[in-house]
C-alpha cells in the first residue's frame, strides 16, 4: 500500500507557474507509475499527466500539453507537476495517483488516491 499527499496548489494569476508535490509513504514511490489527474466543479474527473516508474516515459492530455511537466524524484519518494503559463481552466482539484500496473491514461488504471490539492487560476 501506498499514501499519497499532495501539496502546492494554491491561487495563482493566469500566466503564472505553481508546482504540485505528491509524497508517498508506506511504499517507495519507486513502486509504481504515477499520475496527475483534475476535476474541476460540475465535471468529471480528467487526466492530466503520467510518468512511468522509473520516470523515463511521461504523457500528456493535449490540454496542458507544453505548459505542464511531469516528473519524479524516487529518491525523495515524491512526484511533481510542474505547471506553467497557467489558464483559468486549469482551475480544479488536483488529485496524486498511484498505479501497479505501469503507466495509465485511465482513472481505473489507478490503485491509489491523494485527497486532492485546490488550484484555483485567476483571470
Known amino acids: 500500500q501506498v499514501q499519497l499527499v499532495e501539496s502546492g496548489g494554491g491561487l495563482v494569476q493566469a500566466g503564472g507557474s505553481l508546482r504540485l508535490s505528491c509524497v508517498a509513504s508506506?511504499?517507495?514511490?519507486?513502486?509504481?507509475?504515477m499520475g496527475w489527474f483534475r476535476q474541476a466543479p460540475g465535471k468529471e474527473r480528467d487526466f492530466a499527466a503520467a510518468?512511468?516508474?522509473?520516470?523515463?516515459?511521461?504523457y500528456y492530455a493535449d490540454s496542458v500539453n507544453g505548459r505542464f511537466t511531469i516528473s519524479r524524484d524516487n529518491a525523495k519518494n515524491t512526484v511533481y507537476l510542474q505547471m506553467n503559463s497557467l489558464k483559468p481552466e486549469d482551475t480544479a482539484v488536483y488529485y496524486c495517483a498511484a498505479g501497479n500496473s505501469g503507466m495509465n491514461r485511465a482513472y481505473g488504471g489507478y490503485d491509489y488516491w491523494g485527497q486532492g490539492t485546490q488550484v484555483t487560476v485567476s483571470s
Open positions: 508506506g511504499r517507495t514511490v519507486s513502486s509504481y507509475a
Open positions: 510518468i512511468s516508474r522509473g520516470g523515463v516515459n511521461t
